[in-house]
């Protein structure tokens, strides 16, 4: 069983900041990409890339939050984090931790975390 839980939502101010983590733990034996979706409210919305982290700390960042946001990880801690500064009222969504793990059987999947709420608003 592996599971990865996220922390760090809610509301925001426009302008200010907010800082998301994520744990992986379980049968891990390694942890692979890493990474954060959101999925913005409203129906047919789809979950989108925000950024990702390579293991070897090679990042990739959504054209929407580049410059804006931060992603980094600790290897030692199997925790992702994505530091967001100024954010808008475009950036409330529910924002999904990913990650690519190889568990302790040698499988390797793609892990969900259950989602944590941002909600950007004065």
């Not at 390579?54 to 410059?67: I, P, Q």
């Not at 969504?93 to 999947?109: D, E, K, S």
């Amino acid at each position: 069983q592996v599971q990865l839980v996220e922390s760090g939502g809610g509301l925001v101010q426009p302008g200010g900041s907010l800082r998301l983590s994520c744990e992986a733990s379980g049968s891990i034996f390694r942890v692979h990409t890493m990474g954060w979706y959101r999925q913005a409210p409203g129906p047919g919305e789809s979950r989108d890339l925000v950024a990702t982290i390579s293991s070897d700390g090679s990042t990739n960042y959504a054209d929407s939050v580049k410059g804006r946001v931060t992603i980094s990880r600790d290897n030692a801690k199997n925790t992702v984090y994505l530091q967001m500064n100024s954010p808008n009222a475009d950036d409330t969504a529910v924002y999904y931790c990913n990650a690519l793990i190889t568990t302790n059987g040698y499988r390797t999947n793609d892990f969900w975390g259950q989602g944590t709420q941002v909600t950007v608003s004065s």
